[in-house]
């Protein structure tokens, strides 16, 4: 139930004893520059200690000035980014971990996520590639470079035989979650499985927002439903990273550390018909990622 969390820097522990700050703040389609060098700043001083972004939102040295800016320590900062779908391999992987260093002006990342799994329809040696890949990352976690490794959108057909083949399993694993899009199997394999389980989009991307049944909930707690939605994650033991460009709304989506959602209220909300889905699945990635990857 993560019911321990009080605040932005409490955290779930990761499998290799690393502590993780309970929110993270996202920047998925926050532009490069300016916005995203202040949105970052406004985060940390909104009190998030915890960062995501990746290569392929092109915005990873924005995100570097704006810690840099804030003045908050470096190693009071988590910073996740993640390998791109063209980077595939262990020699790529250890460019691709140089390079998004080298974006951030940092000489270590707390936590490295393969995005997307490479997936049969693209190649037969989709097993292969995906273990490859890994090994870059766990060289990369040997070398002190990378606190911490996980993946983004598998599925238990991905995460099994990156499982036979790792010697550092993955710790996390970053999924789209929200109400009206939950993947619950999925979630609780993972959880399972001693992975701690990201959600991106926690907010269906703002579709869910103006939902008339959410609204009612939210309403009872006299809370706004983007703070249910991160409440709703952490209650189910998933580690949220709302987005916001907004300095209000940001420091809004974290207060959520006084109030309960009910028990009751949990299952409508995982078991919601289906609202603000992205329409990304890892057999059927984003088609920009499939055309990028293919074209290797
Ligand atoms: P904005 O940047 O104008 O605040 P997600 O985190 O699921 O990807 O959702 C992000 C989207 O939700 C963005 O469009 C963001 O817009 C919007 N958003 C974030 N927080 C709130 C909030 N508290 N109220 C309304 N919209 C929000």
Not at 96 to 125: F, I, Q, R
Not at 184 to 212: C, F, H, R, T
Not at 231 to 240: D, S, T, V
């Amino acid at each position: 139930m993560a019911l321990h969390l009080n605040s932005l820097t409490d955290t779930f522990t990761l499998a290799n004893g690393v502590q993780i700050p309970c929110i993270g703040y996202g920047t998925w389609q926050t532009p490069d520059g300016e916005t995203t060098r202040d949105c970052v700043k406004m985060a940390l001083d909104a009190g998030y200690r915890h960062i995501d972004t990746a290569f392929a939102y092109g915005n990873e040295a924005s995100v570097g000035e704006g810690i840099r800016l804030s003045g908050v320590k470096r190693e009071d900062i988590f910073v996740t980014t993640k390998h791109w779908v063209t980077e595939r391999g262990y020699e790529k992987t250890i460019k691709a971990v140089e390079a998004s260093l080298k974006n951030l002006g940092m000489d270590y990342m707390d936590l490295y996520l393969v995005h997307w799994p490479c997936v049969e329809k693209l190649t037969p040696e989709w097993k292969e590639l995906n273990a490859e890949t890994w090994r870059g990352f766990e060289r990369m976690y040997q070398d002190g470079k990378i606190r911490a490794l996980g993946v983004s959108n598998y599925e238990q057909k991905h995460l099994d035989p990156l499982w036979e083949t790792a010697s550092v399993k993955p710790m996390v694993n970053q999924l789209e979650f929200h109400p009206g899009y939950t993947q619950m199997d999925n979630i609780l394999y993972n959880q399972k499985k001693g992975l701690l389980v990201q959600a991106w989009s926690p907010l269906g991307s703002g579709a869910v927002l103006n939902n008339e049944d959410l609204k009612a909930i939210a309403a009872k707690y006299n809370k706004s439903v983007a703070q249910i939605c991160v409440r709703l994650a952490l209650q189910c033991g998933i580690l949220p990273l709302p987005k916001s460009t907004n300095a209000a709304r940001i420091a809004a989506n974290a207060e959520v550390f006084d109030f309960v959602i009910s028990d009751e209220d949990v299952q409508t909300l995982l078991t919601f018909p289906q609202l603000g889905f992205s329409g990304y699945s890892p057999e059927d990635a984003p088609a920009d990622a499939l055309a990028a990857s293919l074209a290797e």
